[in-house]
């Protein structure tokens, strides 16, 4: 009798909540006893024009009424609104609703606002007072051109490549490994411009199926910026071959010399020109260059420990060491901010005079028609006033006279989105960004 008590109570109850439904693996037809989710979307989607919602359908097929208890939590930037529908009923958060028996649709509907990133939302729907909820989770990615690839699991306080990378005014948004690979098998992210991503000890193997797709990244004109000396390519197929014929180096020894040293007259990170520490007991990879493409630009005692290289139409940056090992966050955060640099010159980093940026606003925002450009204090000489969308194509590139204190831009004919306006006097620069609606 024992055995057939589950089943009992099941039948008793006219349904069965999963509590174990995870992100992205969501099938397309959710069977729980007497209720059925169907019409599961991926779990995973950019945003579009037409409307950003996650819609499913719930099914009561008993000829009882289930109450049902639906939470809808956020995690999106500050400007996007969220909300879920069932039926012709609007909820912000929660409802605590009485499903009849038949069907009725249940959609989230997400409106980004001029930020971009990413938006993370969990459905939680307990029935008849259930404990145990079932839980969907769905991401949406707006406007993302540069990516953070992390282990959610890792603290920030001491996440250098986190915490300065989301400070900087660049279409930036982050997900863990998992989410990427999705995201590459769905298509997604095809106006994805950099990745950065720092290599964690204990998760080499989980890589090597990204870095087969990072080959595809790069062929596209893609940019990376890699830290890490956990890889190496003796490690798996993927991540050999990517170590040899992308990076351009042969591996040589893993040293724990942490004193890192500047190469003299490298191109890059000039503004360090002093040897640097890591933390202690760390390890950095050491390897020699095999291609003229690629360019030392930091060595250890033992040899060249990170590199430079700009094969075809990508760039890649690669750290022989853990960027978040360095032991003055000053020298990681300046290393950061100059690969910023690198991968997107069209917009600057976000370290300005602030002097000359309170002298600038724009209004109104958003817009369907004009934008203008104010300047709040008198010019002596022209200034340079540059319009580029998300994507980093320049729009408008027109000067400003010492006599001209608001621009008026015709934004009318642009395609709705978020778009940057820059304005230099040749020392300072300001950037700043506005929404076409």
């Known amino acids: 009798m024992k055995k057939y008590l589950p089943f009992a109570i099941c039948l008793f109850l006219g349904l069965f909540v999963s509590a174990q439904t995870e992100l992205?693996?969501?099938?397309?037809?959710?069977?729980?006893?007497?209720?059925?989710?169907?019409?599961?979307?991926?779990?995973?989607?950019?945003?579009?024009?037409?409307?950003n919602r996650f819609q499913?359908?719930?099914?009561?097929?008993?000829?009882?009424?289930?109450?049902?208890t639906i939470k809808l939590s956020k995690l999106?930037?500050?400007?996007?609104?969220a909300n879920f529908t069932i039926n012709d009923s609007d909820y912000q958060n929660s409802a605590h609703i009485s499903l009849l028996p038949g069907e009725s649709n249940i959609t989230i509907n997400i409106s980004p606002g001029l930020q971009t990133g990413i938006g993370r939302y969990k459905l939680k729907i307990w029935v008849n007072e259930s404990k145990i909820p079932n839980?969907?989770?769905?991401?949406?990615?707006?406007?993302?051109?540069?990516?953070?690839?992390?282990?959610?699991?890792?603290?920030?306080?001491?996440?250098?490549?986190?915490?300065?990378l989301l400070k900087e005014q660049i279409a930036i948004g982050e997900l863990s490994i998992f989410e990427m690979l999705k995201t590459f098998e769905l298509g997604l992210l095809n106006d994805l411009k950099s990745i950065f991503l720092n290599i964690e000890d204990n998760d080499v193997a989980q890589y090597d199926q990204l870095f087969h797709y990072f080959t595809d990244f790069l062929d596209k004109g893609g940019n990376l910026f890699l830290s890490g000396s956990s890889f190496d390519q003796n490690i798996h197929k993927n991540q050999?071959?990517?170590?040899?014929?992308?990076l351009g180096l042969d591996y040589k020894m893993a040293s724990n010399i942490t004193l890192i040293k500047p190469?003299?007259?490298?191109?890059?990170?000039?503004?360090?020109?002093?040897?640097?520490?890591?933390?202690?007991?760390?390890?950095?990879?050491?390897?020699?260059?095999?291609?003229?493409?690629?360019?030392?630009?930091?060595?250890?005692?033992?040899?060249?420990?990170?590199?430079?290289?700009?094969?075809?139409?990508?760039?890649?940056?690669?750290?022989?060491?853990?960027?978040?090992?360095?032991?003055?966050?000053?020298?990681?955060?300046?290393?950061?901010?100059?690969?910023?640099?690198?991968?997107?010159?069209?917009?600057?980093?976000?370290?300005w005079n602030e002097n000359f940026n309170n002298n600038i606003t724009a209004f109104p925002n958003p817009t369907n028609d004009f934008i203008h450009i104010k300047l709040n204090q008198k010019i002596k000489s022209p200034i340079n006033l540059n319009v580029i969308n998300s994507f980093g194509q320049l729009i408008l590139n027109q000067q400003i006279s010492p006599n001209d204190q608001v621009i008026k831009i015709d934004v009318r004919n642009f395609k709705n989105g978020i778009?940057?306006?820059?304005?230099?006097?040749?020392?300072?620069?300001?950037?700043?960004?506005?929404?076409?609606?």
């Open 24 to 51: 992205p693996n969501q099938k397309n037809n959710i069977v729980q006893s007497q209720l059925e989710i169907n019409n599961i979307p991926e779990a995973i989607q950019t945003s579009s024009s037409e409307g």
């Open 56 to 68: 499913m359908t719930l099914s009561n097929t008993t000829n009882v009424t289930q109450n049902l």
């Open 76 to 81: 999106q930037p500050d400007d996007w609104k």
């Open 135 to 164: 839980i969907k989770n769905f991401i949406l990615i707006h406007n993302i051109t540069n990516l953070i690839l992390s282990d959610f699991d890792a603290s920030d306080s001491n996440n250098h490549l986190k915490n300065t």
């Open 240 to 246: 050999a071959y990517f170590y040899e014929n992308y």
């Open 263 to 351: 190469i003299p007259n490298s191109d890059l990170f000039q503004e360090i020109s002093s040897p640097f520490y890591l933390n202690p007991n760390q390890y950095v990879n050491i390897f020699s260059p095999n291609q003229h493409e690629t360019k030392p630009i930091f060595e250890t005692e033992d040899g060249v420990s990170a590199i430079y290289t700009q094969l075809n139409n990508f760039k890649i940056i690669y750290l022989g060491f853990d960027i978040n090992q360095v032991a003055d966050p000053k020298i990681a955060n300046s290393i950061i901010q100059e690969t910023i640099l690198l991968f997107n010159p069209e917009i600057t980093s976000s370290i």
């Open 419 to 437: 778009y940057f306006y820059q304005v230099s006097n040749g020392d300072d620069l300001f950037s700043n960004q506005f929404l076409k609606n």
